[in-house]
């Protein structure tokens, strides 16, 4: 099974500021065929399901703010957050599809300083 | 508007089964592959199963195999997991989503408790 592990568990930041979270799996979820990374970002808020932030590890999901970006190729990816605001408090979760079982991260929680 | 709505979760005792359900709609069920995936109190996402576009592929955590069952009726544009042998680990919310990739759509969820 591919293992995701995710850094940092948990994040403090300041309103407006960066958040950086990463997400690092034990094989490279790119695809040679296609040249497409799969691995996709999930934003999950309290008694709320995952909601799709980012696919193909770089492709933003409509409706969601451009503050939110993903990079990486290979193994390590990235979910940075510019200028966070104060809805962004949220769990993040890496996931990948390259392969079964899919598999998550173990989560970053994002909390307001 | 996409809808995915889960239904059939309970409290069971261990060894029970239980069968849920999942309506979609909003868009054209046929062309995605579906998935189950739980989430334990306070835990992540974890993957359970998925079932292909046509209902004739379908694959399982090692953590459920043998013991679940994953269907779907592409003319009511329902998905099932049929849970059989239910044990205490099993407790959990479960979500059934559209695709897991570029176009990921999560249902509320169902909650599963299975406790004596």
């Known amino acids: 099974d591919i293992v995701m592990t995710q850094s940092p568990d948990s994040l403090a930041a300041s309103l407006g500021e960066r958040a950086t979270i990463n997400c690092k799996s034990s094989?490279?979820?790119?695809?040679?065929?296609?040249?497409?990374?799969?691995l996709t970002w999930y934003q999950q808020k309290p008694g709320q399901p995952p909601k799709l932030l980012i696919y193909?590890?770089?492709t933003r999901e409509s409706g969601v703010p451009d503050r939110f970006s993903g990079s990486g190729s290979g193994t390590d990816f990235t979910l940075t957050i510019t200028s966070l605001q104060a809805e962004d408090v949220a769990v993040y979760y890496c996931q990948q599809h390259y392969t079964s079982p899919i598999t998550f991260g173990q989560g970053t929680r994002l909390e307001i300083k | 508007e996409v809808q995915l709505v889960e239904s059939g979760g309970g409290l069971v005792q261990p060894g029970e089964s239980l069968r849920l359900s999942c309506g979609a709609s909003?868009?054209?069920?046929?062309?995605?592959?579906m998935h189950w995936v739980r989430q334990g109190p306070g835990k992540g996402p974890l993957w359970v199963s998925h079932i292909n576009s046509d209902g004739n592929m379908t694959d399982y955590a090692d953590s459920v195999k043998g013991r679940f069952t994953i269907s779907r009726d592409n003319a009511k544009n329902m998905l099932y997991l049929q849970m059989n042998s239910l044990g205490v680990e099993d407790t959990a919310v479960y979500y059934c989503?559209?695709?897991?990739?570029?176009?990921?759509?999560w249902g509320q969820g169902t909650t599963v408790t299975v406790s004596s």
């Open positions: 094989q490279s979820l790119l695809y040679s065929s296609n040249n497409k990374n799969y």
């Open positions: 193909w590890a770089s």
């Open positions: 989503v559209r695709d897991l990739a570029a176009s990921a759509f």
């Open positions: 909003g868009f054209r069920f046929t062309k995605y592959w």
